[in-house]
């Protein structure tokens, strides 16, 4: 049918298929618009170059919502305009802006109905710089704003992992040099290969799409500590899929954390970026995800060793605990025992001094009472006999406490002296000053001797020990042990009537058992 | 006492704690006995849990249910040189 009578609204994907209108007839002398518009036509295909690299400035630039792109290409005198189709713009991977520098590379055709020539472009690439290199400048600044890279949302990886999901191709170099470099550090894991093409259309939705379902059925597949995502090395273009958003997006959403390995050292990616680590290569990803299992264990054996030290240790510090504890005071100088039995004597004795003199006194009441009595009996040469011999029972009471208190003292000094001797609280600082005399006068060489002498020391010291300890039940102190297990009874708890005692006393030990058990009434 | 089942790191920090707390003589000896022995428990199952050493290579795949399934691989061999 007739177009309408006016003009419909500029629509460059309907110019292809509009055919020409038969041009109406004119006037003679004159032609129509339309022969006008096919005369530039023909004239500019003849004068043109079907194809024109063109170089100017964008701006102007709009994409509609059919998904075509519209432009003025311009520079310092002059505007071009451009249409780019939605086929053409889709191919491009940087998003064209206002006052970049590009080439455009199409044809010159004139828009009959408008009566205008425009460029179309087929394809537009950015002057200076590669198109996938501005491609990934524009992203990287995108998600840095959105803070996709925020080092704050990165996760530590696990430092023992047991299961590890890779995401890569099944085959090539990548692959087999993740799984070998971790089977050989570390071999007591898991890997889990979810394959995926990594180049290529589509490649960079099935990463996507293979990230999050191992993100999202984890524990479907019994859990994956760490996620290496990547390839080995190839071109810009191999290794493009890694610097897709869909790809970013994926890494950034995970929950578990994820490795990014992506070609070789010099090759940084937008998922290395958006990753929890970055690996240089897929080797050094295996090195970052397990550590050394030899160093593994040398650190479990290091910790066995620390328990064992530890312990060994905290047993010789109770060990000097108990030696200084024995060597206190009550242990060490059995005098200060003897000292408060001395004193008691000294009481005992002067109380029994103090009872005798009262008791005289009072036979002297009772005879100055009778005193009277008698002399008026005048039996006086009687009772001066008697006054006589009181006095000489006094004097002679007298004299026996005084002897039984210094034959007390007498005992009780030899038995201090044979103390001193024994007691090695005297004779180890004298020995040991022996010792050290000894040792200081030796030459490095003769250190051995001392070291001899040092332990034949601590010999003396046992056998000083057993001396005393042997004293002590000498003086007819006992030990009694419960026969089962030999703990010592100190109290009474633990034994009961039938238990079998083992006691033992100086010169032996003797079994016996326990009969009439009584508990003391010792506190209130 | 600790949990049966530790993660092997959960493990090597437990250790440390008791080979710290023996150490520094904070505890008890009978105390000490006891932690060294938990130690000593926790060091076996640590060197267990490491000599697992029969790995494993399972393939991942997406079922028509959108669910996941391991399934158990070959090891993959690689037909080009390695990448560095």
Redo the contacts between chains.
Sequence with gaps: MDAPVTRPPFNPELIPERPARAAPPAPNGTVTVSQVTAMVRRALADALPATLHVVGELSNFKRHGSGHLYFTLKDDASELSCVMWRSDAARMKFAPTDGLEVVATGKVEVFERAGRYQFYVRKLEPRGVGALELAFRQLREKLEREGLFDPAHKMPL???P?RI?LVTS????????M?NTI?RRF?????????VRVQGPGAADEIAR?IR??NA?VE???GVDVMIVGR??GSLEDLWAFNEEIVARAIYAARIPIVSAV???VDVTISDLVADVRA????AAGELVVPV?DE??A??NA??D???R??A???N??RTKLAALSSRSAFRDPRAVVYRRDQLLDELAVRLYRRAVERSAHGRRRLDAVAPAVDRIAPHRFLLQRATQLQSLDHRLQALVTRLANAAERRLAAAMERLERVSPARTLPLLADRVERAARGLGAAQKHKARLATARLAAAEGRLQAVSHRSVLARGFSVTRLKKGRTVVRWLAGVEDGTRLVTQVADGEFESQVVNLTQLELFD | MAKKKLSFEEALETLEALAEQIEEGSVGLEESITKYEEGMKLIAQCRQMLSQAEQKIQKLQERADGTLEAKPMKRPKSDEPAAR
């Design positions: 696990p430092a023992f047991r999901a099944p085959t090539g170099a990548a692959v087999a040099d799984i089977e071999p007591c894991v898991t890997i889990l290969l979810y394959p293979a379902a191992v059925k479907s597949i019994g080995g090395g070609g070789h050292e240089a290569t897929p080797t299992l593994v264990v650190g479990v910790l066995a620390r328990l064992s530890g312990l240790s905290r047993l510090i109770d």
